[in-house]
């Protein structure tokens, strides 16, 4: 069983800055790849960012220059640092690992950003 536990959402204010964290905890062998999605109300869940186990990165285009995806191989935790922050970045953000094969999920978590 893999446990995802996301932390850090929250209100921001525009221009503001929110930082995100994700520890993963059970029973992997290895982590391909870490990232974040986020869902607006009536919208699909749409990729943020990703790093893989090499360091490799990718962003959404609405987020390039604003946004910082990091991990902590050791502790198993993706990072994801927001800033410059808009009110369309208001969302449920959900951390996602990509394992052996396998897909988990976090349980999500708000980012409502304010003008």
């Known amino acids: 069983q893999v446990q995802l536990v996301e932390s850090g959402g929250g209100l921001g204010q525009a221009g503001g800055s929110l930082r995100l964290s994700c520890a993963a905890s059970?029973?992997?062998?290895?982590?391909?790849?870490m990232g974040w999605y986020r869902q607006a109300p009536g919208k699909q869940r749409e990729l943020v960012a990703y790093?893989?186990?090499?360091?490799?990165?990718n962003y959404a285009d609405s987020v390039k220059g604003r946004f910082t995806i990091s991990r902590d191989n050791a502790k198993n935790t993706v990072y994801l640092q927001m800033n410059s922050l808009r009110p369309e970045d208001t969302a449920v953000y959900y951390c996602?690992?990509?394992?052996?094969?396998?897909?988990?999920w976090g349980q999500g978590t708000q980012v409502t950003v304010s003008s």
């Open positions: 790093i893989t186990n090499v360091g490799r990165v």
């Open positions: 059970g029973s992997f062998f290895i982590i391909n790849a």
């Open positions: 996602n690992i990509l394992t052996m094969g396998s897909n988990y």
